[in-house]
């Protein structure tokens, strides 16, 4: 019956379901979600706590099927199906695990609303439990403590201390408890706590600590005992015996040592060691008992006097030389209560050079080695330290010379060396015989550099000398005196030209000479004219003079020159400016003189001329026109000579009339009143030229007192008139000149 009340019931929810699907879709929206904590965000540990979500959702006709999710720090920790308007979670009781921010999700279909995020804090951690056994143990032992907190879930973290130190940190891998294993060493009682940390996803939190627990811890008896017999106190040689004992415990888990600095023997039962001592035996000597990590120690002193010291290897001289003879010697000290008989060996190079406590020989190359000496007594041998022999080389004669040039009246270096001697040498600068400098030469090379500030002469030079010795060796040796070049800067240059009063002529050869007083040679010689950087001519020489030789001298070669000199002591020295002139030739000095004679007498004829012009009238400086008629004819033609007298300055002297230019008549037509007629009566005129006679006579003129009359004797031949003659008495008419044509009769 009750399978089929099961069945039925199965099949009217099925049929429900369908129903429901076939139905249309409820209209939904959803409203708000909100999240509460009940009683409150913050309770105590063990609190039952509810969280509340509520979701408000409005909706058509029936309620629809929500899904409901619970987040803790952003992780789902619950989910419910259900068309309820609220989900109830309960956390009895609340652990600080608890504690975080939630928040509430709603879905339905598409879509989605969450709550607001609200943090619950959960205070308060459950006191840890601790739980120790054995609660009795021999030291070393182990004590397996327990720390449980079973109220609190999640990550938990043990810790666990005893007597306020912390020992170790276990983690609880399931549960709420954690085990840790302890070795405890201290004797009496321990107490023994903890406390846990739990981790949270935004924090952690630290519980109070578990009561404490009391764990009694009982001495382990294997503390060790140690002897040594006959005596502690003893002699290099003597035989002696150290035991090292644990009564009372025969387990083999324990472990016995006896050492000094190392370790000398290891047992696990009790032992005797027994052995002849040296002196560096002597010490402090421990027999230590171990199981597991419980160690119990005791310690005895072994004091042991030398039967003899370490033999101590030295040579006379400390230092010696090639050619010295030298000692070696070895001593120890011996006990004075034993007094053994000490042998001793001296060795070179591990190899046996004599038997016995001394070496003596001369010091050679062959004589270097590395020299030990060994003492034996009661079959106890002693080594000295090893002594390295070097025998030390001479210092050989030190050679002294000058680095670089040495340059009269400048700081100078000298460089003083040895080829050969052992380091370290003494080198000493001397001047005069008085030291000047002194120096320590300790190597790689056997020289010194000494500073000079300068000397004022050639024959300074060889004042100097070097001496050389080693130190520990009284032989002192010199150089030669110094013996090297002397350079002389040049003195202030000197130009001379070959022409006395610096004054040359074209064309000639000019030598300009540059001398210096005094400087070492070569010298070297510049030439250089006035505002030029750069010389026109170099020369050097091995003398105290440079010449150059100006050939065919011009007028532009005159101006200032001068010159400089230098040589080896690279300092350049200026001479004074000589300048001089040029002069011409003497032939241009001829030609230029009588083409200024010329050219005075040209200006004095001009200025003549130019004078006599300015005193003549206006009127008779341009021509007078003069008619002449024959009073006697040998025909009865008429006659008419037409003459243009001009005098000019230049005739003035000889009154000789220059009979050139137009007619009379046509100077007349030039003033006439009308232009255009005289410009063609003008034209006319010069259609009619008088021709000088081939034969010219003289004109006898004798000026008029009245200024527009003259009065002449001509004397005319012409080719048309041949047989016209003028007697001598013949009386000219005058024609007075009026600018008036004259009308032929």
Not at 30 to 51: M, Q, Y
Request: proline share 5%; net charge neutral; aromatic share 6%.
């Amino acid at each position: 019956m009750e399978h089929q009340a099961l069945w039925f019931t199965l099949l009217l929810s099925g049929i429900s379901t369908i129903c429901q699907a076939a139905e249309a879709p409820s209209e939904f929206t959803i409203d708000r979600v909100k999240l509460t904590f009940l009683p409150g965000a913050t309770v105590e540990s063990g609190t039952n706590l509810t969280l509340l979500c509520k979701a408000k959702i409005s909706y058509s006709s029936s309620q629809p099927i929500h899904t409901f999710k619970l987040l803790l720090d952003g992780k789902v920790i619950y989910s419910k199906n259900t068309s309820d308007a609220s989900l109830e979670v309960n956390l009895a009781p609340a652990r600080v695990s608890n504690s975080g921010f939630y928040r509430c999700d709603v879905h339905i279909r598409q879509k989605e609303m969450s709550s607001e995020t609200r943090r619950l804090t959960v205070k308060g951690l459950q006191t840890p439990t601790l739980t120790a056994h054995p609660s009795t143990v021999y030291e070393g032992g182990e004590v397996t403590a327990t720390c449980s907190a079973p109220q609190e879930v999640g990550s938990l973290i043990f810790h666990f201390y005893v007597d306020s130190t912390y020992i170790t940190a276990v983690q609880a891998s399931s549960g709420s408890s954690a085990t840790a294993k302890m070795k405890v060493l201290e004797l009496g009682n321990v107490h023994l706590y903890c406390n846990y940390q739990i981790i949270l996803s935004h924090t952690s939190a630290m519980s109070s600590n578990s009561s404490v627990v009391e764990v009694s811890i009982k001495e382990l008896g294997i503390t060790p005992s140690i002897r040594i017999w006959p005596h502690a106190n003893v002699v290099e040689g003597d035989r002696i015996s150290i035991s090292c004992n644990v009564s009372r415990y025969n387990h083999s888990d324990l472990e016995i040592f006896l050492t000094k600095d190392k370790l000398l023997h290891k047992d696990h039962v009790s032992f005797t060691q027994s052995f002849e001592v040296k002196v560096d035996d002597s010490g402090e000597y421990v027999c230590k008992a171990e199981k597991g990590p419980v160690q119990k120690t005791t310690s005895a002193r072994l004091n042991v006097a030398p039967l003899f010291s370490k033999p101590v290897l030295s040579i006379t001289p400390p230092g010696v030389f090639e050619g010295q003879n030298f000692y070696l010697s070895c001593k120890s000290s011996i006990n004075t209560q034993r007094k053994p008989n000490v042998k001793y060996s001296l060795y070179n190079d591990q190899r046996l050079v004599k038997l016995g406590h001394t070496l003596s020989g001369r010091a050679s190359q062959a004589t270097n080695g590395r020299y030990t000496c060994v003492a034996e007594a009661l079959s106890i041998s002693k080594t000295s330290t090893q002594l390295t022999v070097t025998v030390k080389v001479p210092v050989s004669s030190p050679v002294i010379r000058a680095v670089g040039r040495l340059v009269l009246g400048r700081p100078f270096q000298l460089v003083c060396e040895s080829e050969l001697g052992t380091l370290p040498i003494t080198l000493t600068l001397l001047r005069n015989n008085s030291r000047v400098a002194e120096v320590n030469v300790t190597g790689p090379l056997r020289r010194a550099l000494f500073n000079v500030s300068s000397i004022p002469s050639r024959r300074d030079v060889q004042s100097f000398v070097c001496q050389a010795r080693n130190q520990g060796l009284e032989t002192i040796l010199l150089s030669n005196k110094l013996d090297t070049p002397v350079i002389e800067t040049v003195s202030k240059p000197v130009l001379t030209l070959d022409t006395k009063g610096y004054t040359v002529t074209e064309g000639m050869n000019l030598t300009l000479r540059c001398s210096v007083q005094q400087g070492s040679a070569p010298v070297s010689f510049a030439f250089y004219r006035d505002g030029s950087a750069s010389p026109f001519f170099n020369t050097t020489s091995n003398r105290t003079q440079g010449t150059h030789t100006i050939e065919s001298v011009r007028r532009d070669h005159g101006g200032g020159y001068y010159c400089q000199a230098s040589n080896e002591a690279s300092e350049t020295k200026r001479s004074n400016s000589v300048a001089f002139g040029v002069n011409l030739a003497g032939w241009k000095k001829a030609a230029i003189a009588a083409l200024c004679f010329l050219l005075l007498v040209v200006i004095v004829v001009i200025l003549i001329l130019f004078l006599k012009k300015a005193r003549a009238p206006r009127h008779t400086k341009r021509a007078k026109e003069l008619s002449v008629m024959s009073a006697r004819h040998k025909s009865g033609d008429p006659m008419r000579v037409s003459l243009t007298l001009d005098f000019e300055d230049n005739n003035a002297a000889n009154a000789t009339p220059s009979v050139v230019g137009r007619s009379v008549w046509c100077e007349d037509v030039s003033n006439s009143g009308s232009d255009n007629q005289s410009r063609e009566e003008e034209e006319e005129c010069e259609k009619i030229q008088y021709t000088e006679p081939p034969a010219p006579q003289e004109v006898k003129a004798e000026t008029d007192p009245e200024p527009d009359t003259v009065t002449a004797e001509v004397q005319v031949q012409d080719g048309h008139h041949d047989n016209m003659d003028l007697p001598q008495n013949s009386d000219l008419e005058y024609v007075h000149l009026n600018h008036s044509e004259q009308e032929p009769e």
